[in-house]
């Protein structure tokens, strides 16, 4: 069914026409009849072959598809010499290239002299980010067309099509039609696969989302772990938790764990956030972050979900600083700016008689004994400004550090006789 419906025309193709409007990029490039060599990025089943056949025929090209798995550099030199003879004889040629990605950095170099000189005009498929995938020689000599997963309007374009093709309605209630588009999950080639299996089925009652579920499996859902759906998902998952969401931080992750993906990953960034993004602000998060990665480690799915879950909620619902983090940054920007300065002599250990000599240790104010506990001395290098590298924020536990830190503050200036904010001497 999805050969037999192939669109004939580009007007006929749903879902893009951010891109094959008048108004869009490759509609203007029709109307001009020039086009240019462009990559073609979205996910599966949303018209990529489909769109670059209907553009060699609206521009008298021919169309010489070829596909990265399968093929190699032999077989590009014979194309490319296939549509130089074209070109003398006036007749350009569409390369359609499928998985473009495939192809290493190396077969991507061999486009370029083909693309430049108009040899052939480059339409490449891709499912995977241009911009991580692609070399940005290549990318510099095309278009990156984004095409958007088909929502649930060019869905139902592609249902009524196939209505039409059988001459009959899908067997499905009003909620079986909507359970059948998320099933899909955006991918128009799978949904029609999908519609085939029930026109094919000898019962005609109509099916609701539960009875559905038994006749067809849904669509197992766009992810690689080791490629940009991983690290778009986990950049939800932390966005979703940083801006404070426990829903949306949830959702995130259940998606991620549905698609497969390692737990133990997901534990581990959770870790990660709970130290940067939460730090000293609930000190009791990393804790946290930690006791449930033992707690799945010894449960296992889908008991060991319960306590991700419930870590999730907590790290979303917690209080928020970045200031431990920060602190790190600038702490270690300044080490690197002062390179070798000696700690000051006082707090230097002394246990030969040449280091007393020299001054080791001389002056060291022991805080224990001091009745406030704190001597207030100067633990920087000599030759180096005191720098306040961590400044908290007044949330959460870091109230409470912050009322030590002007405590503190307050005292250093008074053993160093120095004028309080309210002009009295401490």
Not at 153 to 180: F, I, Q, S, V
Not at 374 to 388: E, L, V
Request: hydrophobic share 40%; glycine share 8%; with cysteine.
């Amino acid at each position: 069914m999805a050969d037999r419906l192939r669109p004939a025309d580009l007007a006929e193709v749903v879902g893009q026409e951010h891109l094959l409007g008048p108004e869009g990029p490759i509609g203007r490039m029709l109307a001009a009849k020039r086009l240019s060599s462009m990559i073609l990025w979205g996910p599966p089943g949303c018209g990529k072959t489909t769109i670059a056949r209907l553009l060699a025929k609206g521009t008298d090209l021919f169309f010489q598809p070829i596909s990265a798995v399968f093929s190699g550099v032999a077989d590009l030199r014979k194309i490319f010499d296939a549509a130089a003879k074209r070109r003398r004889m006036g007749q350009g040629t569409l390369l359609f290239v499928d998985e473009i990605h495939r192809f290493n950095r190396a077969q991507q170099d061999g486009f370029l002299p083909y693309v430049e000189d108009g040899t052939v005009v480059l339409v490449g498929a891709t499912t995977e980010n241009p911009s991580f995938e692609l070399n940005a020689a290549l990318l510099s000599r095309c278009q990156v067309m984004v095409l958007r997963r088909l929502d649930d309007a060019a869905l139902d374009k592609l249902l009524a099509r196939a209505e039409g093709d059988a001459g009959k309605p899908l067997p499905l209630t009003t909620d079986g039609r909507a359970a059948l588009r998320a099933m899909a999950d955006g991918d128009g080639r799978f949904m029609l696969a999908l519609a085939d299996e029930l026109f094919a089925l000898k019962d005609s009652k109509d099916l609701d989302p539960s009875e559905l579920a038994k006749v067809v499996q849904r669509r197992a859902p766009v992810y690689d772990k080791d490629r940009e759906g991983h690290y778009n998902l986990i950049s939800a998952v932390h966005k979703s938790l940083r801006g404070s969401d426990p829903d949306a931080a949830l959702y995130w992750v259940c998606r991620m764990i549905d698609a497969g993906e390692d737990v133990t990953f997901l534990l581990r960034r959770l870790t990660v956030f709970a130290a940067e993004d939460i730090g000293l602000a609930d000190p009791q998060a990393l804790l946290m972050a930690t006791a449930v990665a033992a707690a799945y480690e010894r449960l296992g799915p889908p008991e060991g979900y319960i306590p991700l879950a419930d870590l999730v909620i907590y790290l979303a619902t917690a209080p928020k600083s970045n200031a431990g983090y920060a602190a790190l940054g600038a702490a270690m920007d300044a080490a690197r700016r002062t390179g070798s300065l000696m700690p000051p002599a006082h707090i230097l250990n002394a246990p030969t008689k040449m280091m007393k000599e020299l001054g080791y240790g001389k002056d060291y104010a022991y805080d224990h004994d001091d009745p406030d506990a704190f001597s207030g001395k100067n633990y920087f290098p000599d030759g180096m400004a005191r720098t306040q590298f961590y400044r908290p924020p007044e949330r959460g536990f870091e109230r409470e550090i912050n009322k030590r830190l002007a405590y503190w503050a307050r005292l250093r200036e008074k053993k160093a006789g120095k004028k309080v904010e309210d002009g009295e001497e401490l």
